[in-house]
């Protein structure tokens, strides 16, 4: 028995056909027929196509058997991870590893793999063939700089007529340049490569904007006694606000909601 699944990633399309077939994923084979796109700027984006097949010598089990048993096995692997120890640095003794806490708010770039040391010189020249293309798409003229730090960093600087058209509302198009951007040089067997793109110190100037914006509403939480949300923000932008406000120590904040509306909440201590 096989059957088709359409969803957003291929994970939510493969769970669908799971509760379909009433088992689980040790009894399935799957081949991705389509792997999910998010277009260009929001255009042309595709969900993600899958193909699964019950294996044959396989019946299908209860799915809710098969809940309980993947949160055992998560305790399980959870419970080997705290346990792990790791020779203390100022000791000769040996102390529980405590798991290193990676912030939910990371900036959505390429992930970072493993290449050779060798650094792409070639990069400036590529990023700007590439805009260039993008430019010329959109008609619009855009002069390019780009440069290359001693940190493997490649700078872009934008300058023309059309900025606004460039940096787009609250910088998405400009933080899908720099996405596009990112995954465009770092393809090759070089060393991972950070890519920046800025045009009229927009970026500085949106920084110290949500920094004082952070400011004021936790000072209007503090006043009021309520929590305070603010409008969807990218985990860049979220960042921010967080850090502005990390050293008050009469507000926390944290994040809520899905993506691409996840939002920032400025809470009373």
Do not use: C, W
Request: hydrophobic residues 30%; positive net charge.
């Amino acid at each position: 028995m096989e059957i088709q699944k359409v969803a957003k990633t291929v994970n939510l399309a493969i769970d669908e056909a799971l509760k379909e077939l009433n088992t689980t994923i040790d009894n399935i084979d799957y081949t991705v027929l389509q792997e999910p796109s998010k277009g260009f700027l929001g255009i042309g984006s595709k969900p993600a196509k899958v193909l699964v097949k019950l294996k044959e010598e396989d019946k299908p089990t209860n799915f809710k058997d098969e809940k309980i048993e993947q949160k055992t096995e998560a305790k399980k692997i959870e419970k080997i991870e705290d346990e792990a120890i790791i020779p203390s640095i100022n000791t000769n003794s040996t102390e529980k590893r405590i798991p290193k806490m990676v912030s939910e708010d990371r900036f959505n770039e390429p992930i970072k793999q493993e290449k050779p040391k060798e650094i792409n010189k070639n990069a400036p020249t590529i990023a700007k063939n590439f805009l260039k293309q993008v430019f010329d798409s959109m008609k619009i003229n855009v002069e390019i700089d780009a440069q290359l730090t001693e940190k493997n960093t490649l700078l872009i600087d934008l300058k023309g007529n059309d900025i606004g058209i460039v940096i787009g509302k609250r910088g998405q198009t400009l933080d899908s340049l720099q996405y596009l951007t990112n995954l465009v040089v770092n393809k090759g067997e070089y060393s991972y490569m950070s890519v920046s793109i800025d045009t009229a110190d927009y970026r500085e100037r949106r920084k110290q904007t949500l920094e004082q914006l952070a400011v004021n509403l936790a000072k209007k939480a503090k006043k009021t006694r309520r929590n305070v949300n603010l409008e969807p923000m990218n985990p860049y932008e979220r960042r921010i606000i967080h850090g502005a406000l990390q050293n008050d120590p009469t507000v926390k904040t944290y994040s809520e909601g899905n993506e691409p509306y996840r939002y920032v909440v400025i809470s009373p201590k």
